[in-house]
């Protein structure tokens, strides 16, 4: 199982990314929509509105500027498919004064030691295994962000540069580049929030090292990539939320994301061209602002069946979250979880940060 998800992983990356003209592919960068945070992934990434810590710097760098120290830093650690797959993030935000805020969030979506049987057959016919070797394909992001209040009460704005760096062993590479921008709204109890990923498209230059595998691939009779450049499209994310005081210990709030994505027609809820429309939702339950319940729903689609019928699916995800001295926040999110569908993969998030003020 591992070995063949491993060359399927790998056979994509050539096949979608060796192509000779610049066509815009409609999932490009994906490991970018994964998410960041127990708190986002328990909500099924409906924060956009609400985001109030380090992960804004992914989520929507406006909200950078509501971390409440000088200096906050998190980490998160996930695994998909039975663990081969490994997927970290590490994130730090500093006050620059009163009003704005700079942030640096670093993203791995990596698959490690897979092996290498180029040479394991010599010219002759012999398998000689000591020639087996290993190696990586990981996709990389550097996220830097600045974010300020405007003099509109109420009002943030913010944005990211993003330097993206993607390898496949020593096989292929690529680096990339890309903008994204935000705005942030709170109104007594609402919040309104948009992220505008990629907003002048971002662009990853391939190059393949052919020597390394040219030979075997013309004796298989496949087609020798070329270098090349992917194009990322511009996605929007609303949100809006209100929170709600269910007593003086407890309080609610519910918020519902927007996805656009204008690279025509998605299986998603609202389908156009080039237009389409992704709804999510969350909920997060608080005790004394100390103990967390998250949940949320997303991924809404329709499964089309071989008798013609269409089965409707989406992606349910939960999470908790603890709040310690104003200072550690410890988060964890179950995800994937009753997904409708054959195989599920279920995928447990840790995640941590913590607040230093300057006088520490």
Do not use: C
């Amino acid at each position: 199982m591992k070995y063949i998800f491993l060359i399927l992983l790998f056979t994509f990356s050539i096949v979608v990314f060796g192509q000779e003209d610049t066509k815009t592919p409609k999932y490009s960068n994906e490991f970018l929509s994964i998410g960041v945070g127990a708190r986002s992934l328990g909500m099924a990434n409906s924060v956009i509105a609400t985001v109030n810590d380090v992960t804004g710097g992914y989520w929507n760098p406006s909200a950078i500027t509501k971390i409440p120290n000088d200096l906050q830093i998190g980490a998160m650690h996930n695994e998909y498919f039975a663990g081969i797959g490994k997927y970290d993030y590490l994130g730090a935000v500093a006050k620059l004064g009163d009003s704005a805020s700079f942030g640096v969030s670093i993203i791995r979506f990596g698959v490690d030691d897979i092996p290498n049987t180029l040479d394991l057959v010599d010219s002759e016919g012999n398998v000689h295994y000591d020639r087996i070797t290993s190696f990586s394909v990981a996709d990389w992001a550097f996220i830097f962000s600045y974010a300020m209040k405007s003099k509109v009460p109420g009002l943030r704005y913010g944005a990211n540069v993003k330097i993206i760096r993607r390898v496949v062993g020593e096989f292929a590479g690529s680096w990339g580049f890309g903008l994204d921008a935000s705005a942030l709204y709170d109104l007594k109890t609402w919040h309104f929030g948009a992220m505008f990923r990629d907003v002048t498209s971002t662009f990853n230059a391939w190059s393949f090292n052919t020597e390394t595998f040219e030979e075997t691939f013309l004796i298989t009779g496949n087609e020798i990539p070329v270098n090349s450049l992917e194009i990322t499209m511009p996605k929007l994310l609303l949100g809006a939320a209100k929170d709600f005081r269910l007593s003086n210990k407890f309080g609610l709030l519910v918020e519902v994301d927007l996805d656009l994505t204008f690279d025509g027609k998605r299986n998603v809820v609202i389908k156009g061209d080039p237009i389409s429309i992704d709804p999510h939702m969350g909920l997060e339950v608080n005790f004394k602002q100390m103990v967390f319940f998250r949940a949320g729903v997303g991924n809404f689609q329709e499964i089309p069946n071989l008798d013609n019928t269409n089965d409707f699916t989406f992606q349910p995800s939960i999470g908790l979250g603890l709040r310690l001295f104003d200072r550690l926040g410890i988060g964890y999110a179950f995800s994937d979880v009753g997904t409708q569908s054959a195989i599920a993969l279920y995928s447990n998030v840790i995640y941590l940060h913590y607040s230093i003020d300057k006088t520490e």
